[in-house]
């Protein structure tokens, strides 16, 4: 089954709005990691976070490692803001990210 | 400190040839790990390599290989290219466990 599920697939906001990109995940892990991809498929790291809260400017994250979901929240968007979210974990013992299927992000002026 | 590297950027390769493609990581970063990202299957994991030793492989065949050097850079290899195997091929680095960081790829078009 999904190990990895990210919501929703596709989201369209018009500029200043916010949002929230949802992950769950099937087990307990040791690395959780949010990502944009820039229209080149470079992966920017967005954040590292297994677990707790994190604030980046005007994107944060928190994750609930009990209860096995995080979320990546983007305030005042902006058209820089495009593009494909993901979230990937590495589960115990792994050695390699699981990626889930992405958001695509579209924010319109 | 430099980022990830990787080699060539872009490659255009005929049906039944092979392919190498070089990652170089981030200065004193130990582990590589490869990935390949198609529009079908989404980013699927190809392999990890710590001190020149593979610790995992992903589900794929036999003709995609790999290999790191002492210095940690790494090498992919994908013998008998076939036309599925045209993709976006991402490398990452990171010291051990925890937070990975990925090159910029290198586009592979097989015709």
Known sequence: GIQVEQSPPDLILQEG???????????????????????WGQLINLFYIPSGTKQNGRLSATTVATERYSLLYISSSQTTDSGVYFCAVEWTNDYKLSFGAGTTVTVRA | K???????????????????LSC????????????QQTPGQGLQFLFEY??????????????FSGRQFSNSRSEMNVSTLELGDS??????SSPDLGEQYFGP????TVT
Not at chain 1, 21 to 36: A, E, G, K, T, Y
Not at chain 2, 2 to 20: D, E
């Open chain 2, 50 to 63: 710590f001190s020149e030793t593979q610790r995992n492989k992903g589900n794929f065949p036999g003709r």
């Open chain 2, 105 to 108: 790829g290198t586009r592979l």
């Open chain 1, 17 to 39: 709005a916010n949002s929230t990109l949802r992950c769950n995940f099937s087990d307990s892990v040791n690395n959780l990691q949010w990502f944009h991809q820039n229209p």
């Open chain 2, 2 to 20: 430099a980022g990830v590297t990787q080699t060539p950027r872009y490659l255009i390769k005929t049906r039944g040839q092979q392919v190498t």
């Open chain 2, 87 to 92: 993709a976006l091929y991402l490398c990452a």
């Open chain 2, 24 to 35: 170089s990581p981030i200065s004193g970063h130990r582990s590589v790990s490869w990935y």
